[in-house]
C-alpha cells in the first residue's frame, strides 16, 4: 500500500487497485507509529471504512489505530445526515466505553500511608468482573429513565451531584435515546451491572498528578502537582454489546435492500434515515446514557469509599474534572455540514470557545483523557483548534493494544508483574494473576507517543501527566 | 470434522472444516462448550435448550446460533455440548443444544460478523467465526 506524507505527522493512504474508496483514508503518526500500523490489516480496514455511503471528507485514523472489528480501533467517519449512513460496528460494541476523572483535595504526599486503605475499599465497594451483577439494582421504570436520561435521572436518589452533569460531555445524555428501542436480552444483560467495571482492559486507578505541561489549563480543570486523582475507564457492560449486537445482524440483513455492499460485513450499517438507521441511533443512544450513569455510579461508590477512609469532608471536595466517551456516535456540524461523527476508540476533543464545553473549560479547551496501560503515565490533554479543522474534533483514545492475551502471559506471570507493580509503588487490587498478566504494560503501545503525535498535529495539547499509584482491575 | 482456535490481538477466531453443513455447525458447537467449560468444580444438571434463529445466510446463521449459546452462559449458566438436533431452512435455523448447568468464565462478549465466512470447500465446508472477547 502507497502512503504519501500530506502534513508534519498526517499522511494518506493509496491503495493500488481499489475502486470502492469514496473518500480518502488518512492516518496521524509519526514515522515509527506509521510502520507499527502497518505490521497489521487495521490501514486496510480503514480503506474499507472509506467505503461507506455518505463518508465525507476522509476516514481518519488516529496514532493509536489498531485493528479491530469492521473498523479499525481508533477510527473517525463522519457521514453526511441526513442519508449518510451509521454503522453499529463503526462505534464498537462497547458503546460509550469512556474515562472519567475525578481530582480530590488533597496531594499524594498528604495521602501517604492511607493509600492501601484506600485502594483497598475502592476495590471492595465497586463490583469488577465480566458478566457479575453487584451493580445498583432497578425497576423498570427507574431503569428506562437511566437509559433515557442518563446519569441526570439519579441525582434525585442522592447519587452525584448537577455539576458532575455539567461535567460530562453532552452532560451525560443522548437526546436520541429511546428505551424501547433497546431489546429485552440487552436489558437483561444490563440488570444489576449498573455501577460495575467490567472486565479486560477497564480499570479503576489511583493516580498522583506528575508533571504539568499548561498551567493555566491545569489551574482550569483544577489540578494541581502532586494533587491524588481517580481515573474510571468503563463503559456500557453486556446492555451495549448485545445493542451492537441486535443492529450489526439486523443491518446485515437489510443491506441487499438498501443497494449497500461492503468489504467486510462487520461494517454493517443502513442510512441514517432508514427505520434501521434511526432505531440503532435511538438504542445506541440509549446505551450511551447507560455507561454514562455507569460511570456516575461507579464515582459515586468511589466518593462512599473515600468518605470512608480519609472523611466525609474529603468525599465531599472531590469533583469531577470531566467524563469523555470513546465509543459513540453522535450528529454534529463541521464545515457547514450536518454529520454522524462515528468515533471508534477515539475521543471527542473540542477546542477553546466551543459553545457545547461547559462555561469553566471555554477558554481552555474540552479535557480529554488518554488512558495509559496499567503501571504507565495517563495523559490530560486539551482540545484544540486544529481537531476542527482535521479530525471533526478528535483526538486518540489510549495506548492501542500490541500483544495477544496469552502472549503477554508467557512473558509474565500474573505473581511477578504484581511484585514489580507494586515495587514501583502501585498498589494493585482485585485482579487475578492470569487476568493481570493479560493486561501487562508491555501488551500495550507507548501512550507518550501517540499523545506527541496528536500535540503536534495541532489536535490537543499536552495538560498534565498522571502517575499511577494504585490500579483496581476488572 | 476439525475445529481450532487462533488468538489476535484482543481478540478469538474459531475455524471449523466439516464434511456437512450440519457437521460444522456442530462441531462449532463443540468449540464453544470447550471454551465455556468450568475451569473449576465438576459439571451441574444437564440442561437441553430449544432454539431458534434468523440470519440472511449460513454465516449470519451460525454467527446467531453462537449468540444464543453466549446469552445462555451469561445468563443462566450454560455449558453447552452438543448439538442434538438442527434444521436449517432458508434464513432460519432451529437447533436443540444439551449441556450441563455450571459456571462458564464470561470471556466472550460478542460473535462479529468481522471475517464471518461459512462457504463449500473441497470435501465439505469451511466456516470462521471472530468473537468479541
Known sequence: MNVRRIGEVEWELAPAGRDDMRVPARVFADEELLEAVRSDDSLEQLCNVATLPGIVTAALAMPDIHSGYGFPVGAVAATELPDGVVSPGGVGYDINCGVRLLALPLTARELGKRKEALVHEIARRVPTGTGRGGGLELDDAAFDAVLAEGPRGLIGRGIGTPEDIERTESQGRLDDADPARVSARARTRGAGQLGSLGSGNHFLELQRVGRILDAEAAAAFGLAEDQVTVLIHSGSRGLGHQVCTDFVKRMDAALARHGITLPDRQLSCAPASSAEGRDYLRAMSAAANFAWANRHVMAHTIREAIAGVLGAETADATRQVYDVAHNVAKREHHSGRDVLVHRKGATRAFPPGHPELPEAYRESGQPVFIPGSMGTASWVLAGRPGSMEHSFGTVCHGAGRRLSRTRARKQIGGAELRRQLEDAGITVRGASNKGLAEEAPFAYKAVERVVEVVERAGLAARVAELRPIGVVKG | ?133
Open chain 2, 1 to 133: 470434522m476439525a475445529y481450532r482456535w487462533g488468538e489476535h490481538v484482543g481478540e478469538l477466531e474459531l475455524a471449523v472444516e466439516a464434511e456437512t453443513e450440519e457437521a460444522a455447525f456442530g462441531d462449532a458447537v463443540r468449540a464453544f462448550g470447550e471454551l465455556l467449560a468450568d475451569e473449576d468444580g465438576a459439571p451441574g444438571e444437564p440442561r437441553h435448550y430449544a432454539l431458534a434463529v434468523t440470519g440472511s445466510d449460513r454465516a449470519a446463521l451460525l454467527a446467531a446460533l453462537l449468540d444464543e449459546l453466549i446469552f445462555l452462559a451469561e445468563t443462566e449458566g450454560f455449558v453447552p455440548q452438543a448439538l442434538d438436533e438442527l434444521r436449517v431452512g432458508d434464513g432460519s435455523l432451529e437447533a436443540t443444544v444439551s449441556g450441563h448447568e455450571g459456571e462458564p468464565p464470561h470471556l466472550v462478549k460478542a460473535v462479529t460478523h468481522h471475517r464471518l465466512r461459512f462457504d463449500p470447500a473441497p470435501g465439505g465446508f469451511t466456516a470462521t467465526v471472530v468473537l468479541d472477547v
